[in-house]
């Protein structure tokens, strides 16, 4: 599909205004907050997808654990090769070159289906591509071996002002820049004022909408996702001494907002590969300085974050009912320790280290391959 294809599309039913009742004997509708038994709710988190970034400069080995996630899946729920899809769309084309080193067997290996793209179009293309044939596995052997990968999410945002600018400007990005860079220069000796790269509402009225709705279908896909991304750090405004909210940026601003945790690779002073947490659901007491970088490990701690969560929702839920002195369902499987203590978030991390690594990280090359097929155990 075409970029001018995708900006003809009409407008999703969910963007339509929603529509007058015709009937006058529709029943009212309810605002009161829904209450649900602890049992199902827990029942149904058994499922829960993960919706995972994993940020870090260039080297420190974000593409290798593509290879290594499939192995802690494997390992994790026991799944047999045909049990397992993972789905790769990538944009770095580097993948490729892994697939040579004997990461893991061959017969594991034949489950990663690799769609190395160059335009938006492309991405957009294999992306649906890629979530109906992971539907299709997951209504036959479940959700825990599906995923799918995108390598990397800062290039999924260019390719689309790439396209767009191709499309409309009749030029590349690059040379559109070019062009707005002699206007400033020129603008600055008397000439007319310089128009910017891309107009605020004429140009990313398209391009944003256009790449939202694209990483929106991984947030509503009900599929494990992974983004990998290089990243930036967000300093705070001239005059402004309030931290951002969100401190890491990889790709388009919205990136963070879809995804529940994300786990920033980096190498610590002694070059060692560590891992943090910059975001999750639960924001107090995220695991910093992780010293054992394996999926088990930072699962591991996934699970404690969620758990921290799920006892929090409950204190919630409880203080609420309290507040409103209005008798709520009972809720089932409740424990005596659903109260969330300060210690509770402050304990979830694992082993720090005394020494931090708050200076700018220097990528290290790996020369090679973190996991071998001996490290399988099959």
Not at 128 to 150: D, M, N, P, S, T
Not at 315 to 321: I, L, Q, V
Not at 327 to 349: K, L, R, T
């Amino acid at each position: 599909m075409g970029l001018s294809e995708l900006m003809k599309q009409p407008p999703k039913s969910s963007d339509q205004p929603p529509q007058p009742r015709t009937s006058s004997h529709a029943p009212p509708v309810s605002h009161a907050p829904k209450i649900v038994a602890a049992s199902k709710m827990k029942k149904g988190n058994s499922e829960r997808v993960q919706k995972v970034a994993m940020i870090g400069p260039a080297g420190v080995g974000k593409t290798h654990k593509i290879f290594s996630l499939m192995k802690h899946v494997a390992l994790t729920y026991k799944l047999k090769p045909e049990q397992i899809l993972f789905e790769v769309i990538d944009l770095d084309s580097g993948i490729a070159e892994l697939t040579d080193q004997s990461i893991i067997p061959d017969e594991f290996l034949d489950r990663i289906s690799i769609a190395t793209c160059q335009t938006f179009s492309e991405v957009v293309d294999a992306t649906k591509e890629a979530f109906q044939r992971l539907h299709e596995h997951k209504a036959k052997y479940g959700v825990y071996g599906c995923w799918i990968i995108v390598d990397n999410m800062e290039k999924a945002w260019q390719y689309p002002q790439e396209d767009y600018c191709r499309a409309v400007y009749g030029m590349s990005l690059v040379e559109r820049m070019k062009v707005v860079r002699r206007q400033v220069l020129e603008s600055k000796r008397g000439g007319p004022k310089a128009e910017p790269v891309f107009n605020q509402n004429l140009d990313w009225g398209i391009i944003t909408p256009m790449y939202m709705a694209w990483a929106k279908s991984f947030e509503t896909s009900g599929i494990n996702f992974l983004w990998l991304s290089p990243f930036k750090m967000i300093e705070p405004r001239d005059g402004d001494s309030n931290e951002p909210a969100e401190k890491y940026k990889f790709g388009q601003s919205g990136n963070n907002q879809k995804v529940s945790h994300i786990v920033k690779l980096y190498y610590d002073t002694s070059n060692n590969r560590c891992a943090e947490f910059v975001k999750s659901r639960t924001t107090k007491g995220l695991p910093q300085n992780i010293r054992n970088t394996t999926w088990t490990n930072i699962f591991a701690e996934l699970a404690k974050l969620e758990e921290i969560e799920g006892k929090q929702k409950l204190a919630d839920m409880k203080r609420e009912e309290y507040a409103s002195d209005t008798p709520a369902e009972v809720v089932a499987d409740q424990d005596d320790n659903s109260y969330v203590s300060a210690d509770d978030f402050d304990n979830i991390s694992s082993k720090e280290a005394n020494e931090t690594d708050d200076a700018p990280i220097e990528s290290k090359p790996i020369d090679e391959p973190t996991e071998s097929p001996a490290d399988f155990g099959w």
